[in-house]
């Protein structure tokens, strides 16, 4: 079900995509939805991974929930963000487990981590839709129409290895299956061979050196 809303939302959204891309490029080259960001930092034991992308690209909005099906959307992905093992997959030799995580975005209120899902935030009176700091973009300063707002769903997970020493490739197959909406990920990484950039996606979603 939510599958489904997700891709019905990706096809209403696939027409302003294209004529919004190009003030979402001139702002810092981030925001372009079906496209996420991410850092990878493989250092001896630890792997440090930071993923930067459209919300649109997890739940199909990029509004505040505005009822208790997009809230339940926005909460079930974040709390599937949370556990790595699930998405991310790494040389099973290499004995990796996720020791840290957190997953902001300015849709879960005012900024704050997602360790503050507990609270309701559906429940408060005074909405603050017209708060740029609630929503943390500054797309209409630019003058244009502010019908359209943005917003980002940030996600850093360490893991720690025990055999790090075997460690040869990330698959990242587990995110873009659970996350449809997320059709290329361009990456920036640090691994033990050195430096590279290079963009995933779905029908190649490995890193490996
Ligand atoms: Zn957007």
Not at 18 to 29: C, Q, S, Y
Not at 139 to 147: F, I, L, R, V
Request: hydrophobic share 35%.
């Amino acid at each position: 079900m939510i599958r489904e809303r997700i891709a019905l939302s990706c096809v209403l959204l696939a027409g302003f995509t294209v004529t919004l891309a190009n003030e979402d490029r001139h702002e810092h080259g981030a925001h372009e939805h079906g496209s996420g960001r991410m850092d990878v930092a493989v250092e001896k034991n630890t792997i440090d991974i930071d993923l930067d992308s459209p919300a649109v690209n997890f739940v199909g909005f990029e509004h505040e929930p505005g009822d208790a099906k997009e809230k339940a959307t926005l909460d079930k992905a974040v709390a599937d963000l949370k556990h790595v093992g699930a998405l991310i997959a790494f040389t099973p030799a290499a004995q990796c487990t996720q020791k840290r995580v957190r997953v902001t975005s300015s849709l879960l209120g005012e900024g704050e981590d997602a360790g503050h899902d507990d609270h309701d935030h559906e429940e408060h009176a005074d909405h603050h839709h017209d708060d740029e700091a609630v929503h943390g973009h500054d797309h209409h300063d630019e003058g244009d129409s502010d019908e359209h707002d943005h917003a980002d769903i940030n996600a850093t997970w360490e893991v720690t290895c025990a055999r790090p020493e075997n460690l040869r490739e990330i698959d990242f197959s587990g995110l873009f299956g659970r996350f449809a909406g997320t059709h290329s990920l361009r990456i920036q990484a640090a691994l033990p061979n050195g430096q590279t950039s290079t963009e995933l996606t779905p029908d190649s979603p490995r890193l490996k050196w």
